[in-house]
């Protein structure tokens, strides 16, 4: 045994019992405690069963990330398991909290288990680029069957104590201690004689062709280009056509070929980075203010979602609109999204009720906030309106509230300003649909005070949000960005791609969606109001992509019109081309004097990325993201860059910088005003360095 696990006998029952914490992971010393354990239990005559156990609020954590990368230490998990299975006697596992990946692999290496209410049982390997590593595609199908398996493995997700009961994964549910649970059902199974039950030596499960099909076309549609996932379901069929031993090699085998793919490195790489958005010297040890009722400014699409994210976190929220109709119509989208949420089981109806009857309220004057901690700001996108409100919020609100702004692209500076406290003034930029996308951007600007950073941040973690903190500049970290590459994709369509061969290209790279698409689903009509606001300041050797007004002339302005670059008939899914949009774009050509040329699918994305990755770039040297993993960040949870792709900083890394900037100095020479290679881009490739050196940056 070591330190980390202790075998006593209670009983006749060995208790087995790991206390690693905080969350009892893996690593080398409580796999060899493991082992130790079991050669002692089945040496012990007096030992009848075993019970294993984990120490305070979880059961067993996964592998030991800190061990990931290094040479594996005998003995290794899969042969744990396998060592446990081995056991001479029964072996019983009492599940609390959560066993997930390696936690749940024991289990299943068990030979009873037991779930206590309130257990997550999961293997989310999929979500790191690898696959369950230790028995876990082999045997969970034997266990409750492929079609049952292939809701977990791929998907990467829990299931909770009474759903693996349901499934068969645990045998019974139990409340209170776990020792005491683990304990009471040994006992039952010394009483009956049972003899262990090694899920190795249940017969392969049948085949079943049609989840197996289901699921491949599930997760390469939800999660394209992704690798693991499909793997998994591949190792899950591997366990209908072999013996225990050969189907855990064969498990080895794809686990080993996953650990070495670009997109593993680049989903740890995702996973890690979230955890350090919010490490940013400005409030290191600074107190955030303490926040329970907010004011939300305007019930549109922002602020109705903004509402409906606080309100389901606990917070009081009264929400100021023009008049009696705005604001019973922001009610009504709230109680929707309210609904949404009940059915999705996040809320209970009843809680519901109490939101709607005691904690929300509607205004149409802002006395109603002068007892708010924090107003957020989302009237129409207009300086003088905003700066009207804020006048209000200057009126109204007590000392040592904070005014936001959720702008999207207006200067924060400007708004701070115009009041009589700029300390307190900072822009908390929400993502649509507010309540449901995970990023939060916050604009910090020249006045605003540390602890109202602080206080965005804690808000951000109250709301289940992702914070980033952004500097001010036009369209901050993401919608600046967002503008240059989608510009980069107007001037290809302008030289002779069309706008769904460039869509096309850019869901194969791994978005969700082409810049085209994505216009149609957020409005053309932003496009057009954004150019023209832009029209005054516009360089002359700026492009502006003439059919995009034209469409916004005819009314087409995407999903919501019907029609946009796409046309939506009812009752279909998804747009169809229109050839109108080509003789637009071909006129634009015409006028343009441009010979159009043809672009092949990798072209585009090179030439999109590149755009992407330089203006980030640009924006990690002035200081606007604090880090390159600031805008990974930002792209991952605002933007639905392809996670396995890490993020767009990574994966420059991995494509490697010089690569990048040879590409984009190329391009210049044809268009050297709007290819211009970033300095920090030359700077790192001079000195053969990476985005991911500037990432220690505390
Ligand atoms: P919207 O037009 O859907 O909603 C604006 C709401 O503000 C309307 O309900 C209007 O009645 C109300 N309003 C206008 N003036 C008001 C005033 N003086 N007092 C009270 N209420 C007033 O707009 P939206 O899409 O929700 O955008 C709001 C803000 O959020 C804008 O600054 C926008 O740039 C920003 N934003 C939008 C998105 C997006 O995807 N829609 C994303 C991020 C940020």
Redesign the pocket.
Known sequence: MTDMVTYELEDGIAVITVANPPVNALGHAVRKGLWDAIDRFNAEPEAKAALILGAGKIFLGGADISEFGKPPKDPWLPEVCNHIEAATKPVVCAIQGAALGGGLEVALGCHYRVALKGAKLGLPEVNLGIIPGAGGTQRTPRVIGVKAALEIIPAGGTVSAERAVEMGLADRLATGDPRAAGLAFAQELVAEGAAPRPVGQMPCPDHDAEALAEARALWSKKNRGEVARLASIDAVEAATRLEIMPGLEEERRIFSEMMDTPQRAGLIHAFFIERKTAKIPEIAGVDPRPVARIGV?????????IATAALTRGLDVTL????DA?AD??RATIAKNLDGAVKRGKLGAAQKDAILSDTFRTA?GYDALSDSDLAI??????MD??K??FA?LDRVMKPGAILA??????DVNEIAASTSRPADVIGL????P?HVMKLLEVVVADKTANDVTATAFALAKTLGKTAVRAGVCDGFIG?RILAKYRAAADRMVLQGASPYQVDRAIKAFGWPMGPYEMGDL??LD?GYMTRKRKAATRDPRDIVPSWADALYDLGRLGQKTGRGYYIYEEGTRGGKEDPEVEELVAKARAEAGIDPRDFTDDEIQRRYMAALVNEAADVVEEGIAHRPLDVDVTFLYGYGFPRFRGGPMHWADHVGLAGLLSDIEDYAQEDDFFWQPSALLKRLVQDNATFASLNDKG
Do not use: P
Request: glycine letters at 14%.
């Open positions: 400014i305007g019930g549109g699409t922002m602020g109705a979602g100021i609109e023009r008049d705005s119509k922001a149409t700001e989302a009237v129409f996108e207009d309106v905003k009207a409100v209000e702004t959720n702008t999207s692209y207006l930029h929400f993502f649509s507010a919608n957020a409005g932003i």
